[in-house]
């Protein structure tokens, strides 16, 4: 398969670094906010690490996107840029990984991003299962217990939808879900 190299890795890098710049979100401490960045970082580590046992992946398609999986739902960038600098593939992968925010409800937007990436190579699938595993790490400090349950149940959905892709990230996925109860306030 197509495996990733350093250049391409820093290209991603560069663009999300760019795309994101300043935006960030709430750690788990109250009050904290962390640079977006870090999520970012977070979903290629998780893609890179499940890679050293999946040689059959398209290691260089999977680590784009997991670099690149937030910029057409949180940015300015488009479809059209991310296709220009980065390929088809990418930016096809891209957009699957993306909510149509013109849809009613967080359900149905989930329910028809994971539609979309089902239509895309399993490469795509394993950014999304890595983007819950980060996701998964700890709760916003201002998130309620009806929030945290509701986020772990949509995990479960992510779970039973993608968890063939990759064995490694499936079995990953599932430890944080079964363990993501443990941050119910009291």
């Given at each position: 398969m197509n495996h990733w190299h350093p250049d391409i890795f820093a290209k991603a890098w560069a663009f999300a670094s760019r795309q994101h710049n300043g935006?960030?979100?709430g750690g788990a401490q109250e009050g904290e906010r962390i640079e977006y960045i870090s999520h970012i970082a977070s979903v290629a580590m998780e893609i890179t690490w499940?890679?050293?046992d999946d040689t059959a992946a398209d290691s260089a398609l999977a680590v784009q996107c997991a670099l690149l999986h937030d910029t057409i739902e949180d940015t300015a960038a488009t479809y059209e840029i991310v296709h220009s600098e980065f390929g088809e593939a990418v930016a096809n992968g891209v957009?699957?990984?993306s909510k149509n925010e013109t849809l009613p409800t967080k359900d149905?937007?989930?329910r028809d991003s994971l539609h979309?990436?089902?239509q895309q190579p399993r490469e795509i699938w394993m950014v999304k299962m890595a983007d819950r595993i980060t996701n998964l790490y700890h709760p916003p400090f201002y998130w309620t217990n009806e929030k945290i349950l509701a986020y772990r149940d949509e995990a479960l959905i992510i779970y039973h939808e993608l968890h063939?892709?990759?064995a490694q990230l499936a079995q990953r996925l599932r430890e944080?879900?079964?363990a993501?109860?443990?941050f119910l306030r009291r």
């Open positions: 935006q960030t979100y499940a890679l050293k957009l699957a990984l149905a937007q989930m979309r990436i089902k063939t892709a990759n944080k879900i079964d993501y109860p443990q």
